[in-house]
């Protein structure tokens, strides 16, 4: 099985009421791929993350993780398979600090969670966890800090920590760089491309720039349909993008 794609999304299609938010989406995700999805508000990218977590079941079509079907398995069994996420919209909890937020997420993604009594050393690794985590996103002077009190391109970044502390093998960012500043971009943007390699990325970016600097192929949705996926030049150039976002003649 060692060809077999991280994620597979074959036609599938999402409608609320009359309104089809996705239609015949097909995606294909290598393992160790890093993708950006790209599209005008309103194109379906948050509503396709939703399909592929489990918080929302498709009206057609299939999604298949590490080739087993899980079209219709809820969050928490495929979160179990390796999938998570950070949101849109912040999600953390703001009373809590830091290193409290990230054992929390910790606990909540460990299989053994219902376990009442565990050694010391199962906590133990929950802790040595978090603090590589917060190493690596140079987030240690904040460590000990509540949530409310951190700035909000801080704040994004602790979210990417809490992603990360299952030890996922598909992370989905919903733009991660929403509200950063450009110096707060750049840094950021430099901490995600050292993410894991065995990780395979699927990301939501409005900013160009930085979907072309972290991703090896883009695709584009538009109207809840895929226009195209390639690399970033055929992006670039492609007529029917430019439409879509400069509003030029096809
Ligand atoms: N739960 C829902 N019920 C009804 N309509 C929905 C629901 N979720 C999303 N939609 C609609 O589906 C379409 C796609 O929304 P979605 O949030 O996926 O877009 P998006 O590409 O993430 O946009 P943005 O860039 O603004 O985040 C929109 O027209 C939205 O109003
Ligand atoms: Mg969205």
Do not use: W
């Amino acid at each position: 099985m060692e060809n077999t794609a991280c994620l597979d999304l074959q036609g599938v299609t999402k409608t609320f009421g009359g309104l089809h938010a996705i239609s015949g989406v097909d995606l294909n995700l290598a393992v160790g791929e890093r993708r950006a999805i790209i599209g005008p508000n309103g194109a379906g990218k948050t509503t396709l993350f939703n399909l592929i977590c489990g918080e929302l079941f498709p009206s057609e079509g299939a999604i298949l993780l590490f080739g087993q079907d899980v079209t219709k398995l809820p969050v928490h069994k495929r979160i179990s398979l390796g999938i998570s996420r950070t949101y849109q919209v912040t999600n953390l909890f703001p009373e809590l600090t830091v290193l409290e937020n990230l054992l929390l997420a910790a606990q909540g993604t460990n299989r053994a969670k219902f376990v009442m009594f565990r050694p010391m050393s199962f906590y133990r690794e929950f802790y040595e966890r978090a603090e590589t985590i917060l190493d690596e996103f140079n987030l240690q002077v904040q460590r000990d800090t509540q949530v409310k009190n951190l700035s909000h391109g801080e704040q994004r970044q602790v979210e990417v920590c809490l992603a990360l502390i299952g030890q996922p093998r598909l992370l989905l960012l919903d733009e991660p760089t929403a509200g950063l500043s450009n110096a707060e971009t750049q840094s950021f943007t430099a901490t995600l491309k050292k993410i894991d390699p065995q990780i395979t990325v699927l990301l939501i970016e409005h900013d160009m720039d930085v979907a072309f600097e972290l991703a090896d192929s883009i695709t584009v949705l538009h109207l809840g349909e895929l226009v195209i996926s390639g690399k970033a030049e055929d992006i670039k150039n492609n007529k029917t993008v430019q439409e879509i976002y400069f509003g030029t003649e096809v």
